[in-house]
């Protein structure tokens, strides 16, 4: 087998993932985990098979993963959104990458399409599945919450409001099924306890959502959702994720471990969706909000992986790749004594190609440049020089690596664009 087929708790990842998501912004903080509570409990109500439930509570807890922008994420607390294609759409044509998410990606898309008494049960002569309406009730739920007031005093005037909806918004059979699990008060209770809402759903979908996985198809999936917020770093990630696992060879890591350290390139800043996509395109120099806000990325890059068993040690990689030998670096200023050989080989690969790209505030560097620039580095004690040594000794050979893995992203990014061009208004 190889290694990148491996049993994973898919569902902890995805709301590990969300709850990322989640983390840009105070009025969305805890939104997927409830949307995927509430879509568990009106799956049921509404006799949705195992099969189904488990692709619905799976779908939501990373519905709004296409709102790429703090703008586009805060949209979808409005209760008549009216660009809902924003963030369905992209959200839509990244899951689909991954084969396993074909269904998940199918109700990703159609979770804000309106009942239209009975008309949404179809999309351009295709059948929409019901738990999409389902998905798009417990949403509308979820966004009239108001975490400030006892959760008791709202349930009534939530239910009146979806129901003045029920036929042209929401599917009837819908809002039958919360009527039905929301007479009693611990159902509201457990939703609005965030990690009981985790813990509930966790057990009651079971082992359902521990599946075999390829592993290296997942992150490739994630690496899209990464990089693709903004063109600045939209090729970073595949960069990375070709240059690390060729050091790796070069200093004599087993295949196995070649093959972590590619999914660790491709996976080492997840932790960048709590950065708002507005800073990273910051063309002004960046303030000092933005400053510590992009800080938090190789700490949510752990936080998000550490949780998931199985990836314990691509996530300690991941989470070390701006902690430097002398113990300079961030967020955990770790110093030599403390870094595996996996995480300096990260910090050198992230290095170099960052400094090959362009960024808002810096154009990009030439090959010279960048080895003047990671001498500088080693000499300070900041990289690992044996394993600079092996990148410095084969600079032409590895940069032409990078070169081509970022070509074949910037290609399959243009692609992602044009896709999203052409499914509708984006
Ligand atoms: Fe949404
Ligand atoms: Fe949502
Ligand atoms: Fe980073």
Partial sequence: MSPAIIRLDLYRLLLSVSEALDLVSRPLVNHHKQVSYLAFHLGRAAGLTGQELTELTMAAALHDIGGLSLAGRLDVLDFDLAAPE????PGYLLLKK?????????????????????????????????????????????????PEEEILGQTAAILEKIEAHSGSKFMPAAVEALREVAGREAFWFDLVAPMVCETVISTQIGTGAEKTTDLHDLAQMFRQLIDFRSHFTATHSSGVAAVAPWIADKAGL???????????????????????????????????????SIRKHPYFSQRILSRVAGLEEISQWAAF?????????????????????????LAVADTFTALTETRPYRASMSGRGTI?????????????SSLYGLLHDHADEVDALRADAQQAALAEHRNFLADWAALGPG
């Fill in 86 to 89: 924003r963030h369905t759409l």
């Fill in 98 to 146: 991954f084969p396993p998410f074909a269904a998940i990606a199918t109700l990703t898309r159609f979770h804000h399409l309106p009942w239209q008494e009975g008309a949404g049960a179809e999309y351009d002569g295709q059948p929409v599945p019901r738990a999409a309406h389902l998905l798009h009730l417990a949403d509308r739920v979820a966004i009239l919450l108001r």
């Fill in 254 to 292: 087993s295949p196995a471990d070649c093959e972590c350290m590619k999914i660790a390139g491709l996976l080492h800043d997840i932790g960048k969706l709590v950065v708002p996509q507005e800073v990273l395109e910051k063309s002004a120099p960046l303030s000092r909000e933005d400053f510590y």
């Fill in 321 to 345: 790749h701006h902690e430097r030998l002398d113990g300079t670096g961030y967020p955990f200023h770790l110093d030599d004594a403390h870094l595996s050989t996996g995480a300096r080989l």
């Fill in 372 to 384: 003047q620039i990671m001498e500088g580095m080693v000499r300070a004690r900041k990289l690992d």
